[in-house]
């Protein structure tokens, strides 16, 4: 690197070290920096804790988990969905443990679940900040941090209770360990990185593994230090990895199966089957036994999850979760390795460092995109949000080292190049949403070409009018995200399904690729007792779901309200399991939380009645479980409500053979069940899904569907129903004979 750079993008310089630390920077901080990286994390903080209560208990199937680790450390040790230790959740549960140690201290509530999950955003921007500032100065590392905050994925799962925003901040902490340990060959960092591994296991299980082969690569050829050395180095990390993250599931599949939780998402009770299984190689293949859509039916166009291929991130509703500085990372991510080729291969110089960060954060961003782009099993949206911290560190990077070559005529033809692309696929990405701030596409169009025709020539101008350019061309750039995710944040996200930002047409995740409808904005109607931050949650419609009516108006009975649009509504039994309401937008199929009529679906919680709190909470200490119902996410909202447990038969999908009609019939001879919560009511319950694979908040369907449907034909030939406030309530103690 010959150009000197100006003070908009300081770059550290090499000095003479001892030891094997010769490749450490001494950085002059400009008196911007501080102030600077304090408004970046303060900006960011804002944006995630900004009217946070609203999404209520957002995914209740995570928030009953947090609820019953909060009141059993059994069922914290195991991440149970009820207190009374039946079944855990589908993944480990390094996740709630945060979350279940703020209920603990401050109670259960909306705020107490997210903030969390709100700190580990501004921890990831602050994460990232440090480790691009090593080897790329400040001013990469706050356009760094900034591209992260603002990416419409980000501002969603760092608002969300899913586990995905403790594994996006632990994956980013195991590149910046790798980067410490490259640096002088450090033996400490490596092993911490294989700790961040272990914990993102914990997290979600094999996803934490996606970056595991080039980051080992990398060390493995670059560390500046004898071979034997390096090799005996990645086995003491890899030795740090299997302890962090197998003394839970040591302990685990030791434990007697008699005397814990049934194993979520697992069709034997094993958490090593549900590992290499639902939540492994079947994400890859399709063949995920027991889940929606799931059991064989992978190959072709996806396994039901929305078609493969390259342009999958880039396609539909995808791109505008994480790709709208994708196109531009990918460019850059190749011109800083050519930049930066000409060093020696180890690791102990200016530029080697430089070309390890690129080769860390690029390979990373490089292996996650091709497995979400091929993977042929269950794909959401929101899972992207594991790419953000990849791209935006290489956005960082690559700016840096062309302005800082921009004296090169490739250098800066490939800089205003970017831009230009940029400003392109910005003004695309805005144009998917049908009516969303028309003049901002525009107004990125051609602020952003500008910018990239005037970068060229700017600097003979004098530093000012760089400046300014380089200003226009950052805002051009960071628009379109920077709308996507005030419209993110200023809108309540509940249920399973969520994505970021208005609307879009042509999605292609969610189950069977069922995601083409253009979805109408959304309107905000009281859930239960509460209202949106409440038990009962917010009810969001007007998702544009397919067979959706096309006509406005009252929805018949029995059919899910229609948003404003019309388009909104779906017959009960079409589609939506359990008579799911199809969310805003983004909460396309069962995203709105509160079903009405007392019956939930298998990605959306029920509405609950004050009269069927009253019930449950009469006498429940008397009894295990307050009640038992067919589906989490049915059961999460009861417990949420009453406080008190709630026995989900079938687990997530209603397919997990947990208990087995045997087990439950001696559970109500003990006198440990009060209430069977039925499957419909006033105006909820369908018996079927598409294609048969959706339990439909029955658990019909899927290879334990059976178990659900056998408990529930018993209890209604045994046991008398009663309607609860629109929900079928069977008193377990009573029997008709």
């Known amino acids: 690197m010959t150009t000197a750079a100006p003070s908009l993008f300081p770059v550290p310089e090499a000095r003479a070290g001892t030891g094997t ?240 939780p049934y194993i979520g998402g697992s069709q034997n009770n094993s958490f090593l089957e549900l590992t290499l299984g639902y939540n492994g190689l079947g994400r890859i293949n399709g063949n995920e036994t027991g889940s929606v859509g799931g059991g064989g039916r992978g190959g072709g166009g996806g396994g039901g999850w929305g078609e493969t291929g390259i342009d999958r991130l880039f396609s539909g509703n995808i791109g505008g979760q994480i790709a709208w500085l994708l196109p531009a990372a990918l460019v850059l991510l190749v011109a800083g390795l050519v930049i930066t080729w000409r060093a020696r291969r180890a690791t102990d110089s200016l530029d080697g460092m430089a070309r390890a960060a690129f080769l860390a954060w690029g390979g990373s961003l490089l292996i996650t995109a091709v497995v979400f782009s091929y993977m042929q099993g269950i794909f959401h949206e929101y899972y992207t949000v594991a790419l953000a911290p990849f791209v935006a560190a290489v956005i960082g990077m690559g700016v840096a080292v062309l302005w800082e ?77 920077f709308a996507y995710c005030l419209t993110t944040v200023s809108t309540a996200h509940t249920g399973s399904i969520v994505t970021a930002g208005p609307a879009v047409a042509g999605g292609r995740g969610g189950p069977g690729g069922m995601m083409g409808g253009p979805g109408g904005p959304g309107e905000m109607l009281q859930g239960g007792p509460g209202g949106p931050g409440g038990p ?60 009405p009529g007392g019956s939930g679906g298998l990605l959306n919680g029920a509405r609950v009645s004050a009269e069927a709190k009253k019930a449950l909470t009469t006498d429940a200490d008397d009894y295990t479980w307050a009640a038992a119902a067919i589906g989490s996410q049915n059961a999460a909202s009861y417990q949420l409500a009453s406080g008190a447990p709630v026995m989900p038969i079938g687990g997530f999908n209603g397919s997990d053979p947990s208990p087995t009609l045997e087990q439950f019939q001696t559970y109500v001879r003990d006198g440990k069940i009060h209430w069977f919560i039925g499957q419909g009511g006033t105006t909820g319950g369908t018996t079927g899904g598409a294609e048969g694979g959706m339990p439909g908040g029955g658990g019909r369907g899927g290879p334990g569907g059976g178990a659900g449907t056998a408990i529930e034909t018993w209890v209604k030939a045994t046991f008398k129903a009663t309607t609860v406030g629109g929900a079928t309530f069977y008193d377990l103690t009573a029997p008709t004979t």
């Open 21 to 260: 630390g010769t490749g450490r920077r001494a950085v002059a901080r400009p008196r911007w920096e501080l102030p600077s990286l304090a408004g970046l994390l303060i900006a960011t903080a804002v944006l995630l804790l900004w009217d946070l209560g609203s999404s209520g208990y957002a995914n209740s199937f995570y928030s009953a988990a947090v609820q019953a680790g909060s009141e059993s450390w059994k069922a914290f040790f195991f991440g149970s969905s009820d207190a009374g230790n039946s079944i855990t959740v589908d993944k480990p549960p390094a996740a709630l443990w945060p979350m279940m140690l703020s209920v603990r201290l401050f109670g259960l509530g909306a705020w107490q679940i997210l903030v969390p999950q709100a700190l580990m955003g501004v921890a990831t921007t602050g994460v990232l900040y440090a480790a691009v500032r090593r080897q790329f100065g400040p001013g990469a590392a706050l356009l760094s941090g900034a591209a992260f905050a603002l990416t419409p994925v980000a501002a969603l799962m760092f608002r969300f209770n899913n586990p995905d925003a403790l594994l996006t901040l632990l994956l980013t902490v195991t590149v910046y360990c790798v980067l410490r340990a490259l640096d002088g060959a450090r033996t400490k960092w490596l092993v911490w990185a294989g700790v961040a591994v272990g914990l993102a296991f914990l997290t979600k299980t094999l996803q934490a593994f996606v970056i595991l082969p080039p980051l080992a690569l990398l060390y493995a050829v670059c560390a500046p230090t004898g071979l034997r050395r390096r090799l005996g180095q990645l086995l003491l990390a890899g030795l740090a990895m299997v302890v962090a993250g197998g003394w839970w599931v040591a302990i685990v599949e030791l434990w007697p199966a008699s005397s814990r």
């Open 536 to 595: 009962g949650g917010a009810q969001q419609d007007g998702g544009g779901m397919p067979g959706a009516g096309q006509q406005g108006g009252t929805p018949p009975q029995g059919a899910a309200p229609q948003g404003r649009d019309g388009r909104g509504g779906m017959p009960q039994g079409q589609g939506v399991p359990g008579g799911a309401v199809a969310g805003r937008g983004g909460e396309r199929f069962g995203g709105g939380q509160g079903v």
């Open 405 to 481: 070559e921009r004296g090169a005529v490739a250098a800066a033809i490939t800089l205003s190049g970017t831009l230009a692309l940029t400003a392109v696929w910005s003004f695309v990405l805005l144009g998917r949403a049908t009516g969303y701030l028309p003049w901002l596409r525009w107004a990125v169009l051609v602020g952003g070409l500008l910018a990239a025709a005037a970068l060229p020539f700017a600097a003979r101008a004098g530093r000012r009018m760089l400046q300014a350019t380089a200003a226009l061309g950052v805002a051009a750039a960071l628009a379109g995200p």
